[in-house]
């Protein structure tokens, strides 16, 4: 697979294959996503990954807090800071509004049935049925920069994970049980959980799977000058 092959095929996938994936697989994508680049070469990032017993240690923790939290934001545990700015000005609201909007109607979930729209944002903390849960964790004392040089790790996985017929979907919604999650997996006080990721086979028989989110044209962000 060619890298305009992968970056267009990468989308987050929301349903999986029961299929386990063994750690060589995933040893194998991680030693070709630590390859991203990082100012400093400083390659702040860590992670950690779960499957079987693992998995329903978080998993149940998902369910209990961070379920509950989205229903409660008093309960939200990205106080922090917010896993979406306040106040988004209409231009990143209306994108925001609008993938939500064309992923649930490829669902059949109409906007007034509330219900199975928390279902499915349930789904995000049984990893959408991903057989690995991973999460990506940084250094407190990485600023702005770095932050962005996890992002790109974040991506690296994605698309090695592509490459390799795994599907990926990031999942900032284990944001609302952060610091749960950071007490289970004894994390040292200097570093905070950013965010998780369902990896697994995808099951590309679920309508969800062939949902490509829309993107705004080139011109629209991109000032060539000088030609
Ligand atoms: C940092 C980050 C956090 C995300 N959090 C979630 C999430 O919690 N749940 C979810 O279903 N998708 C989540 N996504 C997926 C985005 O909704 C998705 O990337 C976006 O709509 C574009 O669609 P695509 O990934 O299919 O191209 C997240 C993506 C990123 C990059």
């Not at 092959?5 to 990468?10: S, T, Y």
């Not at 086979?201 to 309508?207: E, K, L, Q, S």
């Amino acid at each position: 697979m060619n890298v305009e092959d992968a970056l267009k095929k990468r989308i987050s996938i929301r349903n999986y294959l029961s299929k386990p994936v063994d750690e060589e697989t995933l040893r194998t994508l991680f030693e070709r996503a630590r390859w991203s680049p990082s100012g400093g070469n400083m390659q702040p990032w860590k992670v950690i990954v779960v499957t079987g017993q693992a998995r329903e240690e978080v998993v149940k923790i998902g369910m209990d807090e961070a379920i509950a939290a989205y229903a409660n934001p008093d309960l939200r545990q990205d106080d922090e800071f917010n896993v979406y700015p306040p106040n988004l000005t209409p231009i990143y609201n209306n994108r925001r509004k609008q993938v939500g909007q064309d992923m649930y109607e490829v669902l059949g979930i109409p906007r007034e049935d509330k219900i199975s729209r928390y279902a499915h944002v349930g789904r995000n903390y049984e990893f959408f049925g991903a057989p690995v849960g991973v999460f990506f964790i940084i250094d407190r004392q990485m600023g702005r920069g770095q932050w962005a040089h996890l992002g790109m790790f974040m991506q690296s996985v994605c698309l090695a994970a592509t490459e390799m017929g795994l599907g990926t979907c990031i999942q900032e919604a284990w944001a609302f049980s952060r610091k749960s999650l950071a007490k289970h997996f004894e994390l040292p006080d200097n570093e905070i959980l950013y965010c998780g990721m369902s990896l697994g086979w995808p099951d590309m028989v679920a309508p969800l799977s062939k949902f490509r989110s829309k993107r705004e044209v080139v011109d629209s962000f991109v000032q060539f000058k000088g030609f």
